[in-house]
């Protein structure tokens, strides 16, 4: 959060740069604590209406489908989904959204969204197509743990340039 005359200044500086004397030198800008600047009465603000990560590379018999996932998201993320009761709230899940009767839901999630894994864990679009979000850093560690182990081969780790050798240069 940064204090209005923050954004007063950028204004003013946005003008000078561009020689344009719209807001921000008619540039883009985050909102943020702008709303208590004078010059919020002069911003547009645009919102974002359609899920494109959803629909890239969708076939159109799978719009309406697609559609309505889309649809479901946006209600859970406003919480407009489940009933709330003293802070604690209950959310209906989509029969088609369900790993049932599995005894490793987690394997079964994997093989759902990386089919054909071990055909095409080399093809570098394959991982840039697909991702399982995960409610905390060790259910992902886990799903890495268990992606990491059913690849063929030894794991390696590279430890990057700027980090500290653990041998004394000295005993050499």
Not at 2 to 29: S, Y
Request: proline letters at 3%; aromatic letters at 8%.
């Amino acid at each position: 959060m940064n204090h209005e005359h923050a954004f007063e200044a950028l204004d003013r500086t946005m003008k000078d740069i561009f020689k344009c004397e719209m807001t921000f030198g008619g540039k883009v800008i985050v909102n943020a604590s702008i709303t208590s600047s004078y010059i919020w009465s002069t911003c547009k603000v645009l919102t974002l209406t359609k899920n494109m990560r959803l629909t890239v590379g969708a076939n159109t018999s799978d719009i309406d489908e697609i559609k309505a996932f889309a649809d479901w998201l946006l209600d859970l993320g406003e919480g407009k989904i489940g009933d709330s009761d003293d802070y604690e709230v209950v959310i209906d899940i989509p029969e088609d959204l369900l790993i049932k009767c599995s005894e490793d839901p987690m394997s079964d999630l994997i093989d759902f969204v990386y089919p054909s894994l071990l055909q095409l864990y080399k093809d570098k679009d394959y991982f840039a197509e697909r991702a399982i979000l995960a409610p905390t850093n060790e259910v992902v560690q886990e799903i890495n743990e268990k992606l990491l182990d059913s690849f063929p081969g030894d794991e390696v780790e590279y430890v990057s340039s700027d980090s500290i050798c653990q041998t004394d240069p000295r005993k050499e």
